[in-house]
């Protein structure tokens, strides 16, 4: 994997980046609520450790010799750093990147406190593009539907991946359903998210992120339906793709470490 570099060795705030100004300055306002499992991201409390079993498992059902023990893992849009740590607890080596400064300060400050050792990074998968970066596992949760050019977002996650490696990618379906439950019911009704996170045509189909990825020469070796209960707070999978999604893409080619 190439080094990630932060020109003076301190962290900035990203300056290449598919994500918006308005985007950007909304999560610098949520950056605090994070870590919070009773706030306003209650939701990705109570599925982040649905989400990092299923990356592990299936993992290891591709690297049955070592799972993800050793891989270099990263995470986009890490936030304050909830899966990284799942995934560094798994063995991974993690590098955690997200274009808010605020959140990365405050993924490291807890990663110290606890001991892990997760390199946190303000940037942005277009940089580590630039940079040559490359993983064997690249995890984008929860992103893609703040992104302003989709289609150059998972160009970006196809160069990052190592050959033979797995992207994993969850989002939100694009159709009539999503827009009721996603928006008008999590958002504006019961409040499972803060009001003003998703715009429906930013949603991405299943069929789009296959096409984008496999005319990069991925493919896609999992797909799969997640149910969030609001008032429950319950996450399962399901076969329904017609909200929440979870796909996971291999690269062709084998590792340089043939034990991988």
């Not at 289609?151 to 827009?179: K, Y």
């Amino acid at each position: 994997m190439a080094q990630i570099s932060d020109d003076d060795g301190t962290a900035k705030r990203a300056t290449s980046s598919s994500i918006s100004e308005q985007e950007l300055a909304r999560f610098e306002r949520l950056a605090a609520a994070w870590r919070d499992p009773s706030g306003p991201m209650r939701t990705l409390h109570i599925i982040n450790p649905l989400r990092a079993r299923w990356i592990a498992d299936t993992v290891a059902a591709h690297h049955p010799a070592r799972g993800l023990a050793g891989l270099a893992t990263l995470d986009i849009g890490c936030a304050a750093g909830l899966l990284s740590e799942a995934l560094c607890d798994q063995g991974a080596v993690v590098t955690g990147i997200d274009p808010v400064e605020r959140s990365i300060r405050i993924a490291q400050r807890h990663a110290e406190q606890d001991g892990r050792s997760i390199a946190y990074h303000i940037a942005t998968p277009e940089e580590l593009v630039g940079q040559e970066a490359s993983f064997d596992v690249v995890c984008a949760l929860e992103v893609v539907e703040h992104v302003t050019d989709r289609p150059a977002f998972f160009r970006a996650l196809a160069s990052l991946l190592a050959p033979g490696g797995l992207l994993f990618v969850t989002t939100i379906n694009r159709n009539w359903r999503s827009w009721l439950l996603a928006i008008a019911v999590a958002e504006k009704m019961l409040g499972a998210v803060p009001r003003g996170t998703h715009r429906w045509d930013w949603f991405v189909t299943p069929e789009e992120a296959d096409d984008w990825l496999a005319a990069e020469g991925l493919r896609r070796t999992d797909l799969r339906g997640m149910r969030y209960w609001p008032i429950l707070h319950k996450a399962y999978w399901t076969r329904d793709l017609s909200v929440n999604w979870a796909a996971a893409w291999c690269k062709p080619g084998t590792a340089v470490d043939e034990g991988i």
